[in-house]
């Protein structure tokens, strides 16, 4: 499809309202929400799922039912504002907590709220930045080449506005269901949210499953195949690596840990055997995979750059349309260079002057590449963490090589990588937007100022969450694993020259190797070997019952498509519920009171029932499964 034949559904002639006060505060609203969910499932799972549509549609139930309004480009300023926080939290949980558990071994003070706030803002500006003179060439002129699936999904969301309310209570309802079930099963611990069972005829292993709402969510929306990819990779570490090395190791000594494994296992049970060798093997196969994917994708990513740069900067027209108008190339140019300098400039920021220009190139090829890979392949795909390790590998070596080590140049790199990681992360987030608006008539540089909004308001609101739910929890904990901020931390201190058990690490990127020969995606996999089984069972479930819906027979298409389409949004508020009490539930740990905290005195109240077993937790996410079907299957058409 041509640009001079695409119209889209809002006319350029036609002006309506866009860029309001009503669209700007629910949007900062919505990307401060979706942007602490994320950050917690993130931290707790390793995965994030996109916010664009959930936005799109709250916002619709918003403005079109509560403020009785009607604007279709209202609602795409929302959720163009409102999908950002998604991303930058992305951006910052791969990175950042790494700071975190260098600062507890260290004994040196965490980075600080505006240290955070800023390089989260930079990454996320210069992404919008680079972007916005590729719209011209990627969006408008490969229109019917470049699908941009996120977008166009979210466009036709937004084009089926006379289901805005309808759809928009399905959200509410996941998100009120799973705010209660957390409520009462971490807050009050009216049941237990881990059910485990050791089995001692096997000595090693273990198995059990996290009865929790976002859980199920993400395995529904992330579908079957993903799941089934996670939960192969936790059953070979369960039920394999870990029983062998329970059987072949029961004398010896294994570094990291300090006794035997004999001693380990009798003193731990399996979760000892996994956190002291299977982690190390997870990362080694997670960082093969991230690997392998940027290899697989650098021709692609040649062409890409290539491509990119022959429309570069197309985006001045001289047309005087509504819907041509992006922001001015010199309004970018001296963005672009304010953010350098304020890198470089800026105490808190630990990056010098070269460590800033690497940022500025780096950031530059990564945030191009990306917006054009998410039109071709998702941003579910784009290889984002394959970028990130590449960066801090290259990073690590350029710095080590011109003789900053230690704790400054650790810092540095992780630095450095944070902001490649939230440049590549919003670039992709705002090619999508701009697909969007591009599809329902939107103006492009309202949508620049808009996507600059929601990444500066996210950047304020991610390091008041990195501090709480750390100050809660603490990071590498079973509650906040931080699986990917944990690999990149573990990859500069190899470069470094850190103690690492590098048989551990080389045997699970083996396994990464072994797994992609075999034509199974890697990441995926080894994120389940590198996470506990208990994360991928409830996530396997929930991609289960979207494959009992796919494959229902006797059914119009149409129909299907909308009762699958419930179940991704329901999920949504799943994801969101559980995420928003993840953080209130944070609040309440630090709260002091006289024996404890507020949390620990709430968790008294209820314990201690019946139910607080391994059975009462399953019963509960039965019934919570069940909730699912009743919202797909058991939803009669109005």
């Known amino acids: 499809m041509s640009d001079n034949k695409f119209k889209p559904y809002i006319p350029a002639e036609k002006s309506l309202p866009e860029f309001t006060a009503t669209s700007v505060i629910l ?155 957390k409520f009462v099963a971490d807050g009050l611990k009216l049941f237990p949210s881990e059910v485990h069972y050791e089995i001692p005829a096997y000595k090693g292993s273990g198995f059990g499953i996290d009865v929790l709402p976002a859980l199920l969510g993400v395995g529904y929306i992330c579908g079957t195949k993903i799941s089934s990819y996670l939960f192969a990779g936790g059953v070979l570490g369960w039920f394999v690596l870990m029983p062998l090395i329970v059987l072949f190791g029961q004398n010896v000594t294994l570094f990291p840990a300090e006794v035997s494994v004999a001693e380990l296992y009798a003193a731990g049970g399996s979760f000892a055997i996994w956190s002291n060798y299977i982690k190390y093997i997870g990362a080694g196969a997670v960082a093969a995979g991230g690997v392998i994917s940027l290899i697989k994708s650098l021709p692609l990513i040649v062409r890409t750059f290539r491509d990119a740069m022959k429309g570069y900067g197309k985006g001045n027209t001289g047309s005087d349309l509504r819907t041509d108008k992006d922001l001015s190339m010199k309004f970018i140019v001296i963005g672009i260079v304010a953010l350098a300098l304020i890198i470089w400039l800026v105490p808190i920021v630990p990056v010098n002057l070269f460590s800033a220009f ?140 850190g103690n690492l058990p590098w048989n551990l690490v080389f045997a699970g990127a083996f396994i990464g190797i072994v797994v992609e020969v075999l034509g199974i995606p890697v990441l995926p996999f080894a994120v389940g070997l590198y996470l506990p089984i208990h994360l991928s069972t409830p996530m396997m479930i929930g991609g289960l019952v979207r494959l009992f819906l796919e494959k229902r027979k006797n059914m119009d298409e149409k129909a299907k498509k ?77």
């Not at 919008?128 to 941009?148: C, D, N, S, W």
């Not at 559980?578 to 740990?589: H, P």
């Open 27 to 181: 949007g900062v609203l919505l990307a401060v929400l979706f942007g602490g969910a994320n950050a917690y499932l993130g931290l707790r799972v390793g995965m994030t799922v996109s916010a664009s549509i959930p936005a799109a549609v709250i916002s619709m139930g918003v403005i079109r039912v509560i403020l009785k309004k009607d604007s279709v480009l209202e609602n795409n300023m929302v959720q163009t504002i409102g999908s950002a926080g998604e991303s930058v939290a992305a951006g910052a949980i791969f990175t950042m907590p790494a700071l975190f558990l260098w600062a507890s071994e260290w004994g040196t003070s965490a980075p600080s709220l505006p240290e955070i706030a800023i390089i989260a803002a930079i990454g996320g500006c210069l992404g919008v930045l680079f972007m916005v003179p590729l719209r011209k060439a990627l969006i408008v002129q490969e229109h019917g080449t470049l699908p941009y699936p996120e977008g166009q999904a979210c466009a036709e969301v937004l084009l089926a506005g006379e289901e805005g309310g309808d759809k928009a209570g399905i959200v509410f309802k996941g998100l009120g269901l799973a705010a209660l079930y």
């Open 358 to 497: 690497l940022i500025v190139i780096f950031g530059f090829f990564f945030a191009t590449v990306s917006s054009r890979m998410v039109g071709l392949i998702g941003s579910s795909n784009n290889p984002v963490s394959g970028m990130t390790i590449a960066t801090l590998l290259i990073t690590a070596m350029i710095l080590k090589a011109i003789g900053q080590v230690g704790q400054a140049g650790m810092t540095a790199a992780i630095a450095i990588g944070s902001v490649i990681c939230i440049t590549a992360a919003i670039a992709g987030d705002t090619s999508q937007d701009l697909k969007t608006g591009y599809i329902v008539g939107a103006t492009p540089w309202r949508q620049q100022i808009g996507e600059l909004i929601g990444v500066i308001a996210s950047a304020i609101a991610i390091g008041g969450i990195l501090y709480l739910l750390n100050a809660a929890w603490g990071y590498g904990s079973t509650e906040l694993p931080a699986p990917q901020a944990t690999l990149m931390k573990m990859i500069v201190e190899g470069v470094m020259g």
């Open 562 to 638: 909308d009762m699958i389409d419930n179940g991704v949004l329901y999920c949504s508020g799943l994801i969101a519920g559980e995420g928003l009490i993840g953080i209130l539930l944070a609040v309440f740990a630090i709260i002091p009171m006289a024996d404890g905290s507020l949390g620990e005195f709430l968790g008294t109240i209820v314990s201690g029932t019946p139910i607080n077993s391994n059975i009462g937790g399953l019963v509960f996410f039965a019934l919570l499964t069940a909730t699912l079907f009743k919202v797909t299957i058991g939803r009669k058409k109005k």
